[in-house]
T-cell receptor, first 113, second 114 residues
Framework: GDSVTQMEGPVTLSEEAFLTINCTYT??????LFWYVQYPGEGLQLLLK?????DKGSNKGFEATYRKETTSFHLEKGSVQVSDSAVYFC????????????FGSGTQLTVLP | GAVVSQHPSRVICKSGTSVKIECRSL??????MFWYRQFPKQSLMLMAT?????????EQGVEKDKFLINHASLTLSTLTVTSAHPEDSSFYIC??????????FGPGTRLTVL
């Protein structure tokens, strides 16, 4: 079945450091790919998405590129801030599905001042 | 995107009682809503898909008689945890299906069963 594998956390970085959170997926066809962010005690917010190969999603300085050849959708940010501390989830919706999301395990990011 | 609310945000109940959690779409007519469960420091697990006007579709391993889902209108879905036990303590999150492959999430409900 479809699955998402995320880099295990927790990840701790200093402010202004470069961030990469790896995400790879297993799915047939061309799924839509997402990154969601969850701040403490809150629900999920969509951070960015990409719906076809080579698409780059970006938002709030975060970027991820849909790489079909490596089945990856790694999240990157050039300079993290303390306010970026949260849990990040990679997710997919299979092509032609009833919009059911499959989530990765989540990666806890802590940014220190 | 669509705004989704959940009520209550936190609830503490005694073992054996039932708890109802509401998920409302404030500005979008949602024919499909999803209910997820999240254990501490873990990912979201889909419990069921709620379709307006019809029975919910439950994921394997989710007891439909324990987790009652009602989606009576395009703006409201409810999840009732019946005869709750401490192992049902969790963070319950709903989402609604928006446009193309979009889901909009509620803020979640923290259930603690004593």
């Amino acid at each position: 079945g479809d699955s998402v594998t995320q880099m295990e956390g927790p990840v701790t970085l200093s402010e202004e450091a470069f961030l990469t959170i790896n995400c790879t997926y297993t799915a047939t066809g061309y799924p839509s790919l997402f990154w969601y962010v969850q701040y403490p005690g809150e629900g999920l917010q969509l951070l960015l998405k990409a719906t076809k190969a080579d698409d780059k999603g970006s938002n709030k300085g975060f970027e991820a590129t849909y790489r079909k050849e490596t089945t990856s959708f790694h999240l990157e940010k050039g300079s993290v801030q303390v306010s970026d501390s949260a849990v990040y989830f990679c997710a997919l919706i299979p092509s032609g599905s009833a919009r059911q999301l499959t989530f990765g395990s989540g990666t806890q990011l802590t940014v220190l001042p | 995107g669509a705004v989704v609310s959940q009520h209550p945000s936190r609830v503490i109940c005694k073992s054996g009682t039932s708890v109802k959690i509401e998920c409302r779409s404030l500005d979008f007519q949602a024919t499909t809503m999803f209910w997820y469960r999240q254990f501490p420091k873990q990912s979201l697990m889909l419990m069921a898909t709620s379709n307006e006007g019809s029975k919910a579709t439950y994921e394997q391993g989710v007891e439909k008689d324990k987790f009652l889902i009602n989606h009576a209108s395009l703006t409201l879905s409810t999840l009732t945890v019946t005869s709750a036990h401490p192992e049902d303590s969790s963070f319950y999150i709903c989402s609604l299906a928006g446009g193309y492959n979009e889901q909009f999430f509620g803020p979640g409900t923290r259930l603690t069963v004593l």
